[in-house]
């Protein structure tokens, strides 16, 4: 697939130096996520779509700095269909008129086929899209190159869907994965690898502190993560709870109110 990286500019805190999005070109003009809206990215989309008119937009899934895009794309090009995997509570917060994927389903792209693949975790809507043809993973939030992924247990996170979905994706094998943040991953396997034992030494030593008297989440945070500054504490312990709900629903820790036990 011919595939150019046109770059969201909306900078933040939970988004690096912004988003990715990625347009495909070809018969069926695609742009995989919509960024937030920035006119600079609706420029350079219309810089890539050249002559073309977009035909659709790809949602992978409805965090707002993947989904907020939408309505002003649409209103610049009003003929663009959306899909995305339903999350109705978040969807109903834009105007467009989302057409509902789901996992499997082959969406004709650019001049190809994206096979749907449900990878639920981070959120639970999330899609990848794969171009099996040649063998290049639309990743979404699933991996970020050289940091790691917020699973906000509070918001429909889930670890135990992150971590079945991250070994989802590592057997379809996919040469590439482009991302919704950072640099495209060329080595899909080796970094897949890296980030499930990146989860399973956290785990070890959130049980190791446990083991060591640590009840609270916001105790097992200090202990985890000294020093953290306060505006990524929230994420530390967010990504603490995502664990611990994990151990719960495995039956290897129990929660009492605001304490957890190893059982
Ligand atoms: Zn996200």
């Known amino acids: 697939m011919n595939t150019t990286l046109v770059f969201g500019d909306n900078p933040g805190p939970y988004t690096g130096a912004g988003n990715n999005t990625y347009f495909i070109s070809g018969k069926i003009p695609t742009l995989v996520d919509a960024a937030t809206g920035q006119p600079s990215h609706l420029d350079g989309l219309a810089g890539a779509l050249g002559a073309a008119s977009l035909t659709q937009v790809l949602v992978t899934h409805a965090h707002p700095d993947h989904a907020d895009g939408c309505d002003p794309i649409a209103a610049r090009w009003p003929t663009a269909v959306f899909r995305k995997m339903p ?18 389903d082959p969406i004709p792209a650019g001049d190809g086929t994206l096979r749907t693949v449900h990878t639920p975790g981070h959120a639970p809507d999330h899609l990848c899209f794969f171009d099996e043809a040649g063998g290049t993973l639309f990743c979404g939030d699933l991996v970020v190159l050289g940091s790691s992924v917020v699973i906000p247990s509070s918001r429909g996170g889930s670890l135990t869907q992150y971590l079945a979905s991250l070994r989802r994706v590592r057997d379809l094998a996919p040469a590439r994965m482009l991302p919704a943040h950072g640099s495209a991953i060329d080595a899909p396997g080796s970094v897949i690898d890296g980030y499930l034992e990146h989860r399973q030494r956290r785990e070890d030593q959130i049980i190791d502190v446990m083991r060591a008297g640590a009840r609270h989440p916001d105790v097992i945070v200090e202990r985890l993560y000294q020093g953290v500054r306060a505006e990524l504490r929230l994420l530390a312990k967010e990504s603490v709870l995502s664990h611990l709900i994990k151990l719960r629903d495995e039956g290897r820790v129990r929660v009492d109110g605001e304490e957890w036990a190893l059982s």
Do not use: C, I, M, N
């Open 87 to 104: 999350w109705l509570e978040r969807d109903t917060r834009h105007s467009v008129d989302f057409q509902p994927v789901a996992d499997g």
